[in-house]
């Protein structure tokens, strides 16, 4: 920073970098738990990959297939991924999802429905039973528009269009976040007891490619992330890669999935 030049400071004990489907819920987790917490995103309000999401949330809920369950949804995951998933993010996922579909509709969300009033769930590539929780091809519209309006009623404070660039260290251990307003250039200074990266998945480390890759190309890209340079796109996972290299949280490695990483302070 040149000297003289002029930073604003923002304070939490929780600071979650992104907010699409990972940060907003990992935000509202913090801020039901007392924490002081805040959302950065380098877009508006919304504009996440989540919101792109058409066919829906897998979740082994049963209402289409009584005989789905946890630990076959598990084994499509493990599998879709070429067993390069860390399997207790999977496994978590697989047990989990259905609470968290019914606790989106307990917040509001409105799902497609079964003639006998239950949640629909349909097909999809790789899993062995009809189970994404679905609304038409907007299901991400709804989930986002659901996490959101519960991250404002909670009072989380949203910072949007704000770019971080750098993961901040006090010691040896994270004290926050720095990055700048788009519209402005001005440079802001977040500190932070704890930083959450949910700032899109691992793919997003690589120069090509999105979060649908094919799972020969999943592989291939799972070999190189140990080469991983650090990429010319500023996106948060990016600088906690320059900094430690951690693993990757990310349920479906190469696959859809949102992922969350924390650093803690
Ligand atoms: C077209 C499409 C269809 C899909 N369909 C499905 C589907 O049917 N089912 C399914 O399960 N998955 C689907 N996916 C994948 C799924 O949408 C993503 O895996 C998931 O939404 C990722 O969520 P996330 O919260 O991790 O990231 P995102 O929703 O991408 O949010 C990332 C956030 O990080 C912010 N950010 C990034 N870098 C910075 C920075 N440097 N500073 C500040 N903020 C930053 C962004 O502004 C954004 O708010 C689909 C994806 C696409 C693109």
């Not at 959302?39 to 309000?45: G, H, N």
């Not at 690589?206 to 979060?211: A, E, S």
Request: aromatic share 6%; glycine share 12%; proline share 3%.
């Amino acid at each position: 920073m040149a000297t003289g030049e002029t930073y604003e400071t923002h304070e939490y004990d929780v600071l979650v970098i992104g907010a699409g489907g990972a940060g907003l819920r990992a935000a509202i987790e913090a801020s039901a738990q007392g924490a002081r917490t805040a959302l950065v995103c380098k877009s508006l309000l919304g504009k996440a990959h989540t919101v792109m999401a058409e066919g829906g949330i897998a979740a082994a809920m049963g209402n289409v297939w009584p005989e789905d369950n946890w630990q076959v949804h598990f084994r499509d995951t493990m599998r879709g991924g070429k067993m390069l998933n860390n399997w207790r993010m999977a496994q978590l996922h697989a047990m989990e999802s259905p609470d968290r579909v019914l606790e989106l509709e307990e917040w509001g969300a409105l799902f497609d429905r079964t003639r006998d009033g239950l949640i629909l769930q349909r097909d999809f590539g790789g899993h062995r039973y009809a189970r994404l929780a679905h609304v038409g091809d907007r299901t991400g519209l709804e989930m986002i528009r659901t996490l959101q309006q519960r991250a404002v009623h909670l009072g989380i404070d949203v910072h949007m269009e704000c770019n971080v660039q750098r993961l901040l260290k006090d010691g040896d251990r994270i004290g926050g976040a720095f990055g700048y307003w788009r519209a402005t250039g001005t440079l802001v200074l977040f500190r932070s007891k704890a930083v959450v990266l949910a700032s899109m998945t691992y793919s997003a480390a690589w120069g090509v490619g999105g979060t649908a890759v094919f799972p020969a190309r999943a592989i291939e890209r799972r070999r190189s992330i140990h080469h991983c340079q650090v990429p010319t796109t500023p996106r948060g996972n990016n600088s906690v890669t320059a900094m430690n290299n951690p693993p990757s949280m990310n349920s479906q490695y190469g696959a859809n999935g949102p992922e969350v990483n924390v650093v803690l302070a």
